[in-house]
Structure formats: C-alpha cells, structure tokens
C-alpha cells in the first residue's frame, strides 16, 4: 500500500520554464491538496480538490494551475517558473467525511528555480 | 476568515521538563482541529485530533473554544520529540496549517 506518492522528488528548473508535479494516491479519499513549505512560512494551501473533476484555490494560487481528472491524481502545474516558487512541495489526501479527515502525505518534493 | 496562529517558532527545552507548544486559531463554525509532526528527514503525520480526545506519545490537546486555543501538552518531554510541530484547522473543505513550531528536546 503506497499511500500518497510525489513525483518527481527533486527538481532544478530555469526561470521561465514549465513543469508538473504528480501526486497520486491509492486509498480511494475524496480530498486532495496541494501545498508549499518556506523556512518561517510554515505549510501555506496553494490549490486543492473536494473531488474528481474539481478543484479550488487556497490561500497562494497565484502562478500555479492544478488538474484532478481522475480521482487518484491531482496535478500541479506551474507555467513559467519563478525563483520565489522555489520551495519544498507536499501533497496530501484525506476522505471527507468528519472524524475520519487525517491527512495523509507524500514525502515531498523539493523544487529549485534558477 | 480562518487562521491558525502558532507563536512560537522554536522552543527548547532539556529531557524530563514539560513542554508546551501553543497555537490559538480563529474560525467562527465548528473546527476540527489536529496536531501534525514532521520528524528529520521524514513526511508529516497525524500526531492526534481533538474529535479524539486521546493521548498519542504521552501528549495531549485540549480544545479551549472560549479561548480559541488548541495547545499541546507532555508533562515529561523526550529526545525523540524533537520534530517540527504543525497546528492545524479544517473547516468544510479546506485543511489549513499554523507556522509551525520546532521542538529541541536537549539531553
């Protein structure tokens, strides 16, 4: 059982370029978020998705897309990469309903923008 | 709007003293409220929840709404705590985390 995979785990990207991150998950959970992790920032929601086919903006969407086409998976793309989205990024997922919402995450994926 | 606020970014404390780590939220419905932990070099989890109201590794939380605080306790502190330590608020749909706190439990 995987729970929730990240990839890639690393990454060096040039300003101006594109990528996306992939988390999957295989414990069938409703919820997915995306999320970026800055030394005093603490862990901020940047995009996240009550289910298959949706998706909402957190509280720093900015310069930043996500797709859940399918319920195990929820993208994050970033179009033209900046030095400020360097970051360490985690994906996590958890089933909806009250009193069964643990979280569970990837182990991360560290992306630098030069 | 809904924040989690957690005051302190780093405390220190020597093995056995009692530790402490507050964090104070502002929501006006009813929140779930957790305490995650990150270990060195390892992903978060689910330290313990307040709908629980159990005691995970000999901490505990209480949930105070008339204080708005969600502070966690351990009467007697261990090397092994030393972690980062995220507060953490869900409404309806969203999960939001505090600054987070790192524990330097001292031998």
Same mark, same amino acid.
């Given at each position: 059982n995987a729970g929730v995979t990240?990839?890639?785990? @690393?990454r060096v990207?040039?300003?101006g370029q594109s990528m996306t991150l992939l988390c999957a998950q295989d414990m069938n959970h409703e919820y997915m978020y995306w999320y970026r992790q800055d030394p005093g920032m603490g862990l901020r929601l940047i995009h996240y998705s009550v289910g298959e086919g949706t998706t909402?903006?957190?509280?720093?969407?900015?310069g930043y897309n996500v797709s859940r086409l399918k319920k195990q998976n @929820?993208?994050?793309?970033l179009e033209s990469a900046a030095p400020s989205q360097t970051s360490v990024y985690f994906c996590a997922s958890s089933f909806r309903h009250r009193g069964h919402t643990e979280a569970f995450f990837g182990q991360g994926t560290r992306l630098t923008v030069v | 709007a809904q924040r989690v606020t957690q005051p302190e970014k780093l405390l220190s404390v020597f093995k056995g003293a009692p530790v402490e780590l507050k964090c104070n939220y502002s929501y006006s419905g009813s929140?779930? #409220?957790f305490w995650y932990v990150q270990y060195s070099r390892q992903r978060l989890q689910l330290l313990l929840?307040?709908?629980?109201r159990e005691s995970i590794?000999? /901490?505990t939380a209480d949930l105070n709404k008339g204080e708005?605080? /969600?502070? #966690?306790k351990k009467p007697f502190a261990q090397e092994e705590d030393s972690a980062m330590y995220y507060c953490a608020l869900r409404n309806t749909d969203k999960l939001i985390f505090g600054t987070g706190t790192r524990l330097q439990v001292f031998p």
């Open positions: 990240q990839t890639p785990k @690393f990207l040039k300003t909402a903006k957190g509280e720093v969407p900015d @929820f993208l994050l793309g | 929140p779930e #409220l929840r307040h709908i629980s590794k000999g /901490f708005t605080s /969600f502070h #966690l």
